[in-house]
């Protein structure tokens, strides 16, 4: 059974940091991109970064660029979203993901429980 | 970045209806399209992907199609566990873009 499990979220002030986690069983992780999806309080679903499945591409939304780093460590069939700067409106639900399929275009196949990231003073 | 605009937002139905809902995309997007449902509390879950292919173990009430800019997602006869909200999402390039949802309510 495919899985992936979140952690990390939690309470911070604006301009703090955060690191999330993502562990992932039940299939091949160096075989599949990542990515991250956030979703703000009542609103809709936002995009933030996908890491490829040997880390050769890494991309983010323009609204974390150069804020946010995504990276893996496929040894450990783990995922990480390091959040450096955060603010207020980066408070929402993560959700860790994974590609339907292992290569071309690939909408998401399985998802997260999401972990709650809240950013206030 | 590619713009994905749903319609409606909201939409009021009742159990054995037929609904539609459609997505339009800002520019070109073949058939990368995908459509999710969400359950308030729960993380989406992949109802069709390609514009037109249904996920395995998704209800074949389930359709969607469309190509290029426009999109549609339909459901046939309406069940009680279908009152929730549905997000397109294009994955023609990244960045990654969602519609900002359609809630099906119970009219």
């Known amino acids: 059974e495919v899985q992936l499990v979140e952690s990390g979220g939690g309470l911070v002030k604006p301009g703090g940091s955060l690191r999330l986690s993502c562990v992932v069983s039940?299939?091949?992780?160096?075989?599949?991109?990542i990515n991250w999806v956030r979703q703000a309080p009542g609103k809709g679903l936002e995009w933030v970064s996908c890491?490829?499945?040997?880390?050769?591409?890494?991309y983010y939304a323009d609204s974390v660029e150069g804020r946010f780093t995504t990276y893996r460590d496929n040894a450990k069939n783990s995922v990480y979203l390091q959040m450096n700067s955060l603010r207020v409106e980066d408070t929402a639900v993560y959700y860790c993901t994974r590609d339907r399929r292992s290569s071309g275009y690939s909408a998401v196949g399985y998802w997260g429980q999401g972990t709650l990231v809240t950013v206030s003073s | 970045d590619i713009q994905m605009t749903q319609s409606p937002s909201t939409l009021s139905a009742s159990v054995g209806d037929t609904v539609n809902m459609t997505c339009r995309a800002s520019q070109s997007i073949s058939v990368w399209v995908a459509w999710y449902q969400q359950k308030p509390g729960k993380a989406p879950n992949l109802l069709i992907y390609k514009a037109s292919s249904l996920e395995s173990g998704v209800p074949s009430r389930f359709s969607g199609s469309g190509s290029g800019t426009e999109f549609t997602l339909t459901i046939r006869s309406l069940q009680p566990d279908d009152f929730a909200t549905y997000y397109c999402?294009?994955?023609?390039?990244?960045?990654?873009?969602f519609g900002q949802g359609t809630k099906v309510e119970t009219k």
């Open positions: 890491i490829s499945s040997s880390s050769n591409y890494i």
């Open positions: 039940g299939f091949s992780f160096n075989s599949y991109n």
């Open positions: 999402q294009q994955y023609n390039t990244y960045s990654w873009t």
